[in-house]
C-alpha cells in the first residue's frame, strides 16, 4: 500500500489561534504567576527603600529690559536670531562658573552639613539596599571625594549641581525654566532660588561692563588729578611767600590766562580720550580676533565716504580751535556756522553707516561670524569721537606749545610763577573734569537694568517626583507579568516535541489514535489503594483496554483498532509491528492493549515480543521469558513450545526467550521468515513488539516482513528531530508505516480544540 499519501506537511503558517494563545498561557500559569509575584515584589520593595526626590521649579524671562544687543540681520530672521540669544542664555545657565557662584554662595550662608548638595547625609547611616551597591562599586571615583582645598571643593561640588538642574528654554517664548533635584523639598528651591539669584548678579555685571571699567579708571585717574592739585597748589604757595609775589601785571596774567585755559582744554581732551579708549578696548576685547578684523576691514574699506565725511569733521574741529585760538567768541556766528557744518556731517556719516549696517555688509547670521549690531554701532561712534578728540588734541597742543614759547620770554620768576600758577590751573580744570565724568558714569551705571526678569520663584514641592509609587508598581506588575509570557513562549519556542495530534499533521504523519495518560486517569484509584502495589495492581495499570474496557484510554485503544483495520481497504492487516523512535515511549504498554482491542473482537492474537535487548513483555503477562522467539530461531525450541496462553481470551503470547548476541541477524534470517509466515497462518493477527527504531535495525527488519508500522510518539518527550528521522528511515526502506500514535497525553499538551473535547469526552465517559 502507498504510505506516502496519509498527510502532507503544512506549507503554509496557521493563522494565530486565540484560543491557542490561551491555551499556551494556561499551561504556563504557574510560570506567569510567579514571575508576576517576584518582580512585583521587587518592585515595592525598590520603590519603598529609594530615598524620596523632590523637584522644584523657577521661570525667568529673558530680555525683559529690552535687547541689549540686535544682530545686524534681525529684520531677515528674527526667530532665528531670538532662538540663538536664548541658547547662548541657556548655555549660560549651564556654566561651571554661574554653579561655583552659587555653591559658593550657598557655602557662605549655611553649614556645610546642613545641605544635602554640600554634603549632608553623606557618612550618615541607613542608606538604602542600592545606594549601598552604588557606593560600594564607585567608591574610588574622584567625584566621590572630599577635596581639601577650597577651590576643587567648589570645582567638585559644581559638577555635583550640575547634574541636579535641568535648564529647559520654553518653545517659542524667551522664557526659561530651571528646575532643582534634591532630597529636602525646602533645599531644591533654595538652590533654585539661589541659581536665579547669582545669574541675575551675572547678568547685571554684564550689562554695565564697559561703564563699570571706565568708571574704574576715572576712579583712579581722579585720585591721581587730586594728588596733583593739592601738590600745584602747595607748591604755588610756598613759591608766593617765599618770592612775596602776590600779582602779575596784566600783559603776563592774560598770556598765563590764555595758556591755561589752552592746556586745560588740551589735558579735557587726552582726558576723553583715554576714556575713549577705555570704552573701545572693553568692547574689543568682547570680540574675537577674528571678528576684529572684519571690524577693522568693515569701517576702512566698506564705503570711502565715512572716510571722508571722518576726515572733514576732524578738519572742522582743527578750524573751531584755532578760531577760538584767534580770541573768537565760541557764540560767535562765524564758529557756530562750522559747528553747524559738523553737526550735518556727524548725522550724514551716522546715516552712511547705519545704511551699511542695514545692507548687511558684513557677516550676518548665517556666516560663521557675525557681529552685534549695537556693539557695532557703539564702536564706529567712539572710533569717530576718538578722531575728533585726538584732531583737537592736537591743535591744542599746538596752540600750549605756541603760549608756553611766549611765556618764555618774561623774567625768570614770572616766568616759574605762571608756570605754577599754570599747572594749578590745569590740574584744577582736569579735577573738576574727571569728577563730573565720575559723576556721569555711577549714573549711568546705576540706569542700566539686568536682562532677566525672574517670573516665578522656585517654592518648596509638597510631593516627590520619585519614586513613582503607584507607577513602579504598575510597571512592576508589567513587568513580571510581560516576563512570564515571555518566558513561557521561549519555553514552548524551545520545546520541539510533539505533543499533540496537530504536531503530528504538521509533520505529514497520520494519527491513528491519541492516548491519554494512564497515571493522570488512575490518580483517584491510586490514591484509594496502599502505596506499596501489588503484582496485580500493577498488571491492571498496564493492561487498561482488558481490566478497564469502560475508561476513555480502552476506548482510544479501540478507536486506534479500528483506524488501523480501515487504514487498507484492498488488503486486511495481519501483522503490525509497533516500534518508537527512543526507548520509553509506550511502545511495550501500546502494542499489548492494542493486541487486547484485537482480541477482544473474537480474533485470535498473538503478540510477539521482538525486542531481543530489553524484552518486557513476559513481565507484563506474567509468564517466562524462556523459552521464546530466539530460542525457535536458534532450532532448540519449537513454536508450539514457546506460545502462551493468557488469561485474556483469544490473546496469545510469545516471549522473546534467551538473548542473543546477534538480535539483528537473527530477525533477518531465512528462519525468522519463515517463522513469521507460520505465526500468520495460525493467528488472525499477529503483533510484534520491536526496539526502537533509530536505535537498531531490528524494527527495520521486521517492519519489512509485516502488513503495517506502528510508532509511538510520547507526548512531550518525543522530539521533532527524532520524528524526522524516522521518516527518514520509513522512506528509505520503504516501510509499511500506517501511522503514528499519540501516548501519554494530558491536558496541557493539547491544543485548545482538542482541550476542549478532551474534557468533555472524559467527563461523558465517566458518567
Same mark, same amino acid.
Given at each position: 500500500?502507498?504510505?506516502?499519501?496519509?498527510?502532507?506537511?503544512?506549507?503554509?503558517?496557521?493563522?494565530?489561534?486565540?484560543?491557542?494563545?490561551?491555551?499556551?498561557?494556561?499551561?504556563?500559569?504557574?510560570?506567569?504567576?510567579?514571575?508576576?509575584?517576584?518582580?512585583?515584589?521587587?518592585?515595592?520593595?525598590?520603590?519603598?527603600?529609594?530615598?524620596?526626590?523632590?523637584?522644584?521649579?523657577?521661570?525667568?524671562?529673558?530680555?525683559?529690559?529690552?535687547?541689549?544687543?540686535?544682530?545686524?540681520?534681525?529684520?531677515?530672521?528674527?526667530?532665528?536670531?531670538?532662538?540663538?540669544?536664548?541658547?547662548?542664555?541657556?548655555?549660560?545657565?549651564?556654566?561651571?562658573?554661574?554653579?561655583?557662584?552659587?555653591?559658593?554662595?550657598?557655602?557662605?550662608?549655611?553649614?556645610?552639613?546642613?545641605?544635602?548638595?554640600?554634603?549632608?547625609?553623606?557618612?550618615?547611616?541607613?542608606?538604602?539596599?542600592?545606594?549601598?551597591?552604588?557606593?560600594?562599586?564607585?567608591?574610588?571615583? #574622584?567625584?566621590? /571625594?572630599?577635596? @581639601?582645598?577650597? =577651590?576643587?571643593?567648589?570645582?567638585? &561640588?559644581? $559638577?555635583?549641581?550640575? !547634574?541636579?538642574?535641568?535648564?529647559?528654554?520654553?518653545?517659542?517664548?524667551?522664557?526659561?525654566?530651571?528646575?532643582?533635584?534634591?532630597?529636602?523639598?525646602?533645599?531644591?528651591?533654595?538652590?533654585?532660588?539661589?541659581?536665579?539669584?547669582?545669574?541675575?548678579?551675572?547678568?547685571?555685571?554684564?550689562?554695565?561692563?564697559?561703564?563699570?571699567?571706565?568708571?574704574?579708571?576715572?576712579?583712579?585717574?581722579?585720585?591721581?588729578?587730586?594728588?596733583?592739585?593739592?601738590?600745584?597748589?602747595?607748591?604755588?604757595?610756598?613759591?608766593?611767600?617765599?618770592?612775596?609775589?602776590?600779582?602779575?601785571?596784566?600783559?603776563?596774567?592774560?598770556?598765563?590766562?590764555?595758556?591755561?585755559?589752552?592746556?586745560? #582744554?588740551?589735558? /579735557?581732551?587726552? @582726558?576723553?580720550? =583715554?576714556?575713549?579708549?577705555?570704552? &573701545?578696548? $572693553?568692547?574689543?576685547? !568682547?570680540?574675537?580676533?577674528?571678528?576684529?578684523?572684519?571690524?577693522?576691514?568693515?569701517?576702512?574699506?566698506?564705503?570711502?565716504?565715512?572716510?571722508?565725511?571722518?576726515?572733514?569733521?576732524?578738519?572742522?574741529?582743527?578750524?573751531?580751535?584755532?578760531?577760538?585760538?584767534?580770541?573768537?567768541?565760541?557764540?560767535?556766528?562765524?564758529?557756530?556756522?562750522?559747528?553747524?557744518?559738523?553737526?550735518?556731517?556727524?548725522?550724514?556719516?551716522?546715516?552712511?553707516?547705519?545704511?551699511?549696517?542695514?545692507?548687511?555688509?558684513?557677516?550676518?547670521?548665517?556666516?560663521?561670524?557675525?557681529?552685534?549690531?549695537?556693539?557695532?554701532?557703539?564702536?564706529?561712534?567712539?572710533?569717530?569721537?576718538?578722531?575728533?578728540?585726538?584732531?583737537?588734541?592736537?591743535?591744542?597742543?599746538?596752540?600750549?606749545?605756541?603760549?608756553?614759547?611766549?611765556?618764555?620770554?618774561?623774567?625768570?620768576?614770572?616766568?616759574?610763577?605762571?608756570?605754577?600758577?599754570?599747572?594749578?590751573?590745569?590740574?584744577?580744570?582736569?579735577?573738576?573734569?574727571?569728577?563730573?565724568?565720575?559723576?556721569?558714569?555711577?549714573?549711568?551705571?546705576?540706569?542700566?537694568?539686568?536682562?532677566?526678569?525672574?517670573?516665578?520663584?522656585?517654592?518648596?514641592?509638597?510631593?516627590?517626583?520619585?519614586?513613582?509609587?503607584?507607577?513602579?508598581?504598575?510597571?512592576?506588575?508589567?513587568?513580571?507579568?510581560?516576563?512570564?509570557?515571555?518566558?513561557?513562549?521561549?519555553?514552548?519556542?524551545?520545546?520541539?516535541?510533539?505533543?499533540?495530534?496537530?504536531?503530528?499533521?504538521?509533520?505529514?504523519?497520520?494519527?491513528?489514535?491519541?492516548?491519554?495518560?494512564?497515571?493522570?486517569?488512575?490518580?483517584?484509584?491510586?490514591?484509594?489503594?496502599?502505596?506499596?502495589?501489588?503484582?496485580?495492581?500493577?498488571?491492571?495499570?498496564?493492561?487498561?483496554?482488558?481490566?478497564?474496557?469502560?475508561?476513555?484510554?480502552?476506548?482510544?485503544?479501540?478507536?486506534?483498532?479500528?483506524?488501523?483495520?480501515?487504514?487498507?481497504?484492498?488488503?486486511?492487516?495481519?501483522?503490525?509491528?509497533?516500534?518508537?523512535?527512543?526507548?520509553?515511549?509506550?511502545?511495550?504498554?501500546?502494542?499489548?492493549?492494542?493486541?487486547?482491542?484485537?482480541?477482544?473482537?473474537?480474533?485470535?492474537?498473538?503478540?510477539v515480543d521482538a525486542d531481543m535487548r530489553r524484552p518486557t513483555l513476559h513481565k507484563v503477562f506474567n509468564v517466562k521469558r524462556v523459552p521464546g522467539l530466539a530460542d525457535i530461531i536458534a532450532g532448540s525450541n519449537t513454536v508450539e513450545e514457546c506460545i502462551h496462553e493468557t488469561k485474556i481470551e483469544n490473546l496469545y503470547i510469545l516471549p522473546s526467550g534467551n538473548l542473543p548476541p546477534n538480535p539483528s541477524e537473527m530477525l533477518g534470517s531465512k528462519k525468522m521468515r519463515d517463522i513469521f509466515q507460520q505465526l500468520t497462518e495460525?493467528?488472525?493477527?499477529?503483533?510484534?513488539?520491536?526496539?526502537?527504531?533509530?536505535?537498531?535495525?531490528?524494527?527495520?527488519?521486521?517492519?519489512?516482513?509485516?502488513?503495517?508500522?506502528?510508532?509511538?510518539?510520547?507526548?512531550?518527550?518525543?522530539?521533532?528531530?527524532?520524528?524526522?528521522?524516522?521518516?527518514?528511515?520509513?522512506?528509505?526502506?520503504?516501510?509499511?508505516?500506517?501511522?503514528?500514535?499519540?501516548?501519554?497525553?494530558?491536558?496541557?499538551?493539547?491544543?485548545?480544540?482538542?482541550?476542549?473535547?478532551?474534557?468533555?469526552?472524559?467527563?461523558?465517559?465517566?458518567?
Amino acid at each position: 500500500m502507498d504510505q506516502n499519501n496519509t498527510y502532507l506537511p503544512y506549507t503554509d503558517e496557521e493563522e494565530i489561534n486565540l484560543k491557542e494563545v490561551f491555551q499556551t498561557l494556561l499551561k504556563g500559569k504557574w510560570i506567569i504567576l510567579s514571575c508576576f509575584i517576584a518582580v512585583t515584589v521587587i518592585a515595592i520593595w525598590y520603590t519603598f527603600s529609594q530615598t524620596p526626590i523632590y523637584e522644584a521649579s523657577n521661570k525667568i524671562l529673558v530680555g525683559a529690559a529690552g535687547k541689549r544687543s540686535v544682530d545686524i540681520f534681525e529684520a531677515i530672521t528674527p526667530i532665528g536670531n531670538t532662538q540663538m540669544e536664548i541658547n547662548n542664555e541657556v548655555e549660560i545657565l549651564k556654566s561651571r562658573r554661574l554653579a561655583e557662584n552659587t555653591i559658593a554662595n550657598l557655602m557662605e550662608n549655611y553649614p556645610m552639613d546642613s545641605l544635602y548638595i554640600l554634603g549632608k547625609g553623606k557618612h550618615e547611616k541607613g542608606e538604602s539596599f542600592f545606594e549601598w551597591i552604588k557606593s560600594t562599586l564607585f567608591a574610588g571615583k #574622584e567625584e566621590d /571625594k572630599w577635596i @581639601a582645598t577650597r =577651590e576643587d571643593t567648589l570645582r567638585a &561640588l559644581a $559638577y555635583k549641581l550640575q !547634574e541636579i538642574i535641568t535648564i529647559t528654554p520654553e518653545r517659542n517664548t524667551q522664557t526659561i525654566q530651571i528646575t532643582v533635584k534634591s532630597q529636602d523639598p525646602q533645599e531644591a528651591a533654595l538652590i533654585g532660588n539661589t541659581l536665579v539669584y547669582e545669574y541675575y548678579k551675572q547678568d547685571l555685571e554684564r550689562s554695565r561692563g564697559a561703564m563699570s571699567e571706565v568708571k574704574s579708571f576715572i576712579e583712579e585717574q581722579l585720585a591721581q588729578v587730586e594728588l596733583r592739585l593739592k601738590t600745584s597748589e602747595d607748591s604755588l604757595r610756598t613759591f608766593q611767600q617765599r618770592e612775596g609775589i602776590v600779582n602779575i601785571d596784566e600783559s603776563s596774567k592774560f598770556l598765563l590766562e590764555q595758556l591755561a585755559s589752552f592746556e586745560s #582744554e588740551y589735558f /579735557k581732551a587726552v @582726558a576723553e580720550l =583715554e576714556i575713549n579708549k577705555k570704552q &573701545l578696548e $572693553y568692547l574689543t576685547r !568682547e570680540m574675537s580676533a577674528k571678528e576684529q578684523e572684519l571690524l577693522n576691514e568693515f569701517i576702512q574699506t566698506s564705503n570711502p565716504l565715512i572716510l571722508e565725511l571722518q576726515t572733514k569733521i576732524a578738519k572742522l574741529e582743527a578750524s573751531v580751535v584755532e578760531a577760538i585760538a584767534k580770541g573768537i567768541d565760541e557764540n560767535a556766528p562765524q564758529i557756530q556756522t562750522i559747528k553747524l557744518q559738523m553737526e550735518k556731517m556727524k548725522e550724514r556719516l551716522n546715516k552712511e553707516t547705519q545704511f551699511l549696517i542695514n545692507r548687511g555688509y558684513i557677516p550676518g547670521p548665517n556666516d560663521p561670524l557675525s557681529i552685534n549690531q549695537n556693539m557695532l554701532e557703539d564702536i564706529i561712534r567712539l572710533q569717530i569721537e576718538q578722531i575728533l578728540l585726538q584732531s583737537k588734541a592736537i591743535e591744542f597742543k599746538k596752540l600750549v606749545d605756541h603760549y608756553s614759547s611766549e611765556l618764555d620770554q618774561l623774567p625768570q620768576v614770572i616766568i616759574t610763577y605762571t608756570q605754577l600758577e599754570r599747572e594749578r590751573l590745569v590740574n584744577e580744570n582736569i579735577y573738576i573734569l574727571m569728577k563730573n565724568k565720575y559723576e556721569e558714569s555711577r549714573i549711568t551705571e546705576a540706569s542700566q537694568i539686568s536682562n532677566v526678569y525672574v517670573i516665578d520663584q522656585a517654592v518648596a514641592p509638597l510631593e516627590p517626583i520619585s519614586p513613582r509609587k503607584s507607577l513602579n508598581i504598575l510597571l512592576g506588575a508589567l513587568i513580571g507579568l510581560g516576563l512570564g509570557i515571555a518566558i513561557v513562549y521561549l519555553k514552548e519556542y524551545l520545546d520541539t516535541t510533539i505533543k499533540s495530534k496537530e504536531d503530528l499533521d504538521k509533520e505529514g504523519i497520520t494519527t491513528l489514535a491519541v492516548i491519554p495518560e494512564i497515571n493522570g486517569m488512575n490518580k483517584k484509584k491510586k490514591q484509594e489503594k496502599n502505596s506499596k502495589k501489588s503484582e496485580e495492581s500493577k498488571l491492571e495499570s498496564r493492561l487498561i483496554t482488558h481490566f478497564d474496557p469502560k475508561s476513555p484510554i480502552a476506548e482510544a485503544y479501540r478507536s486506534m483498532r479500528t483506524n488501523i483495520e480501515l487504514s487498507s481497504a484492498d488488503k486486511p492487516i495481519k501483522s503490525v509491528v509497533v516500534t518508537s523512535a527512543g526507548p520509553g515511549e509506550g511502545k511495550t504498554t501500546t502494542v499489548a492493549n492494542l493486541a487486547i482491542a484485537f482480541a477482544q473482537l473474537e480474533q485470535k492474537t498473538l503478540l510477539v515480543d521482538a525486542d531481543m535487548r530489553r524484552p518486557t513483555l513476559h513481565k507484563v503477562f506474567n509468564v517466562k521469558r524462556v523459552p521464546g522467539l530466539a530460542d525457535i530461531i536458534a532450532g532448540s525450541n519449537t513454536v508450539e513450545e514457546c506460545i502462551h496462553e493468557t488469561k485474556i481470551e483469544n490473546l496469545y503470547i510469545l516471549p522473546s526467550g534467551n538473548l542473543p548476541p546477534n538480535p539483528s541477524e537473527m530477525l533477518g534470517s531465512k528462519k525468522m521468515r519463515d517463522i513469521f509466515q507460520q505465526l500468520t497462518e495460525q493467528y488472525d493477527k499477529v503483533f510484534f513488539d520491536s526496539p526502537p527504531l533509530i536505535a537498531v535495525t531490528d524494527a527495520s527488519l521486521i517492519g519489512k516482513l509485516c502488513d503495517g508500522m506502528v510508532v509511538v510518539v510520547k507526548s512531550g518527550e518525543t522530539h521533532k528531530e527524532a520524528l524526522a528521522q524516522v521518516q527518514t528511515i520509513v522512506q528509505q526502506i520503504k516501510l509499511p508505516m500506517l501511522g503514528a500514535v499519540v501516548n501519554a497525553i494530558t491536558p496541557k499538551h493539547m491544543k485548545a480544540g482538542s482541550y476542549y473535547y478532551y474534557y468533555r469526552y472524559m467527563n461523558y465517559q465517566y458518567k
